[in-house]
């Protein structure tokens, strides 16, 4: 039997039988349930004010039926409780994932107000959460193009290319997305690299086919003029433009596979024990015999019996570039000293020369392919336009740096400049000791 009915059963026989030795058994019987059911009332009074405010009531402490409903309800709490924590912890997983993603996300509610944004959004769009929440995304991003993308009924998974409305010079690919029934979620990328390498990739193939255009509309024009009958004279007099225009598509295409097996690092890099004071004589001794070279003073100035830890072949691809380059685009008779010294900071070959000098809003762009100071100059002295690229290209791949310096009437300066870490070790420890 229920306890709740056993016990009224029992106050009630209770109350009766008291009731009986007073001879008033009715009396009493009513009297005590009637106070059992305010006792019972008191008690659900209880109950809802604990189930209303379980922090500031306690639940009431009866047994039966009353004790099994607090318990049940105390079950459901706790399962609440738990699946409470469960979502807290998805959302905030969630919101931390989002947050580190390198792509801009906002979420839209209802009329395009902004709900939420990841850190992101602040860096490429100016959206700050929780600052901006529940401001018009329109009138956050007041570019047409988006505008419009925001207002059609219909995405279509369109993606617009537009500036960032907080740095006119980033790049930024939109797209909406649509989830659920009305919701959308703004993802924005930076993509301002990756279109600056498909533009140099772009300008890199239109440079090409130009410079290798120009030697071969040479090469054709002769031969569709000349025919097996033509004269040797005439043949003899083209003989020697044709060998010249051959040559420079030889050299552009030799210096083309440099750069690219440099770049790639297809070809591996060796760390050889070098003396710089030899190879750089080696290298003096080469543009001495260069067509150019018409009474240069080319001076070596040996600072340093250290030792350089490099590979030999690439290290003197890019200082005869460096050399040659001084000899070919200075006058004759002009002074060119290449210097090796070591200091506390790293190793330094620099190649100065008195020549005329570049003016310097030139000097940032040197090191592009195809960049020239003086094009005409240039194709005269039978230059590529690659050279600097790949001396640039050589000395990163050992860690070093290019540094050029020039001043107009005073002469230019371009430094390599190694890493202390580059000196051969026998060397650093004698370096250390000095
Ligand atoms: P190039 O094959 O034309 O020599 P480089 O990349 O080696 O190509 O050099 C780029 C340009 O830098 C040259 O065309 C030239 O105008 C300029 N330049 C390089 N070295 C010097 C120098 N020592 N003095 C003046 N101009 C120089």
């Known amino acids: 039997m229920n306890w709740d009915y056993l016990r009224l059963l029992i106050i009630v026989c209770l109350a009766g039988f008291v009731g009986l030795l007073f001879g008033q058994m009715v009396i009493f019987m009513f009297v005590a349930t009637f106070v059992y059911a305010l006792w019972l009332q008191r008690s659900w009074y209880q109950l809802y004010s604990w189930v209303k405010k379980p922090k500031k009531h306690l639940p009431p402490s009866a047994e039966g039926v009353m004790n099994d409903v607090c318990g049940q309800i105390e079950r459901v709490r706790k399962q609440n409780r738990s699946r409470k924590k469960k979502l807290a912890d998805y959302l905030k997983r969630f919101q931390a994932t989002t947050a580190a993603l390198p792509d801009a996300i906002v979420v839209l509610g209802d009329d395009g107000l902004v709900d939420w944004s990841n850190a992101a959004a602040a860096d490429l769009l100016g959206i700050h959460w929780p600052r901006d929440s529940q401001v018009r995304l329109a009138s956050l991003i007041q570019d047409f193009e988006f505008q419009q993308l925001l207002s059609a009924a219909v995405d279509g998974g369109r993606v617009i290319i537009v500036s960032s409305p907080i740095k006119e010079d980033m790049l930024l690919e939109m797209k909406i997305v649509r989830y659920m029934k009305s919701g959308r979620l703004l993802i924005a990328r930076d993509i301002t690299q990756t279109v600056k390498l498909q533009r140099m990739r772009r300008d890199f193939v239109a440079n090409v086919s130009h410079e290798l255009r120009t ?43 440099e750069l690219s097996q440099l770049e790639t690092g297809e070809k591996e890099l060796c760390h050889e024990d070098t003396d710089i004071a030899v190879l750089l004589a080696a290298v003096i001794e080469d543009a001495k015999k260069l067509e150019q070279y018409h009474g240069h003073k080319l001076e070596l100035d040996i600072a340093s019996k250290h030792h350089l830890l490099a590979d030999v072949d690439e290290l003197r691809s890019a200082v005869s570039n460096l050399v040659f380059n001084a000899v070919k685009y200075t006058p ?37 392919r195809f960049y020239r100071v003086d094009s005409g100059r240039s194709q005269d002295a039978g230059g590529t336009g690659l050279g600097l690229a790949i001396v640039k290209h050589v000395l990163q791949r050992h860690g070093a740096e290019l540094k050029i310096s020039s001043e107009i009437g005073v002469g230019t300066q371009f430094c390599c400049c190694f890493p202390i870490t580059s000196i051969a070790e026998n060397d650093s420890l004698q370096l250390e000791r000095e």
């Open 215 to 257: 030697p071969l509309t040479v090469l054709r024009g002769y031969l569709e003029t000349f025919t097996q009958q033509s004269p040797a004279e005439q043949w003899g007099a083209a003989m020697p433009v044709m060998r010249q225009q051959a040559q420079r598509m030889h050299l552009m295409i030799k210096d083309l596979l």
């Open 332 to 368: 004759s008779g002009t002074k060119i000293t290449v210097r090796w010294c070591v200091g506390e900071n790293g190793a330094r070959i620099e190649v100065n020369d008195e020549g005329e000098g570049i003016p310097e809003h030139h000097l940032e762009r040197l090191t592009e």
